[in-house]
């Protein structure tokens, strides 16, 4: 039996990116799945990829601002006109917003990030969560966050706020919804090779997809099968967890040290004995030595 079968989910974003890879995947999982998103050329993109493999019926497109609540309203209710109900709903669309030093970040160009990152979050867990409790059967509320909202260094002033405030979105309606068995979670992912990174030249950011311990570059699918996960019973006792998919990005930390190889502590080996007065001995590794 497939993972998601009979299982009906939303996924907003879904003309791009990972948002596109996950629809991929819940299809294949055995789920109906219905792409909101405001690129409506790339929307009828995704729902051909979608045709070609087989999964015409399954799949529809709705227009959708996910800032907007009237939309948001009429992309739950898609879900449960074209399939019947809503199980899942995965909150992932997203744009970089403003960016800029603070004194030259703009209120619009703010208020534009909180709407798009932030406020659709909040709209779309009001409305599908509503959907969901209509059937009485629970569900699943997914968020892309980012590790941006996690730490400083990852983003823009302001999307890495609107992040930040979208994690803890996830641990308070969570806590709100367990009681109906509706489960909210999140993805924080690192570096992935999507068009709103690299906007068609991943050739180009290269340095960047490969900033993190993980040798392979952070693809879409990278964040669809967690998103599939994350969606499937066999995440039935995870709720108001964001996952941090990000090849040990955040693991490296602030990195003081060095990274990889030229980490200061991979060069030599030995006890720190502090101020002690105790001797302190100290092994220079020789690069063939390093195991
Ligand atoms: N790519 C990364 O490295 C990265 C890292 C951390 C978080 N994220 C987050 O991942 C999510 C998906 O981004 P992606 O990298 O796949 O980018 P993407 O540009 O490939 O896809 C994003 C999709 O969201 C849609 N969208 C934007 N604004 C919308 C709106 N107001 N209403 C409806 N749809 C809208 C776009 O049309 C697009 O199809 C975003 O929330 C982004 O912030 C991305």
Redesign the pocket.
């Known amino acids: 039996m497939k993972k998601l079968a009979g299982k009906v989910a939303i996924v907003?974003?879904?003309?791009?990116?990972?948002?596109r890879a996950t629809v991929m995947r819940f299809l294949a999982d055995g789920a109906k799945v219905v792409v909101?998103?405001?690129?409506e050329q790339?929307g009828a993109e995704t729902i051909s990829v979608a045709r070609a493999q087989g999964h015409g019926d399954s799949v529809a497109f709705i227009r959708?601002?996910?800032?907007r609540e009237a939309d948001v309203v009429a992309m739950a209710a898609e879900a449960e006109k074209r399939f019947g109900r809503l199980d899942i709903a995965y909150l992932?669309?997203?744009?970089g917003g403003a960016f800029g030093p603070i004194a030259e970040t703009s209120v619009e160009g703010w208020d534009y990030t909180f709407a798009?990152?932030t406020r659709?979050v909040f709209l779309g867990m009001k409305h599908t969560s509503l959907a969901m409790k209509k059937h009485g059967q629970g569900g699943v509320i997914l968020v892309?966050?980012?590790?941006?909202g996690m730490v400083g260094g990852g983003g823009s002033h302001a999307?890495s706020a609107a992040?930040a405030a979208v994690i803890s979105l996830i641990e308070n309606v969570a806590a709100e919804l367990g009681p109906d068995r509706i489960r909210v979670v999140g993805i924080?992912?690192?570096?992935?090779?999507?068009?709103?990174?690299h906007r068609g030249k991943p050739e180009r950011y290269e340095k960047q997809f490969k900033q993190q311990p993980w040798p392979d570059r952070?693809e879409?699918e990278d964040i669809a099968d967690v998103a599939a996960f994350l969606c499937s019973s066999d995440a039935r006792f995870i709720t108001g967890e964001t996952v941090k998919v990000d090849g040990g990005l955040l693991a490296q930390g602030v990195a003081l040290w060095g990274t990889g190889a030229d980490n200061t502590f991979m060069k030599s080996a030995g006890v720190n004995r502090g101020t002690t007065g105790e001797t302190m001995v100290v092994r220079t590794l020789q690069s063939g030595e390093r195991k």
């Open positions: 907003t974003g879904g003309a791009s990116g990972m948002g909101a998103d405001l690129n790339n959708t601002d996910v800032a992932n669309a997203g744009v798009v990152l659709s892309t966050a980012s590790i941006a999307y992040k924080a992912p690192g570096v992935i090779s999507t068009p709103l990174v952070g879409p």
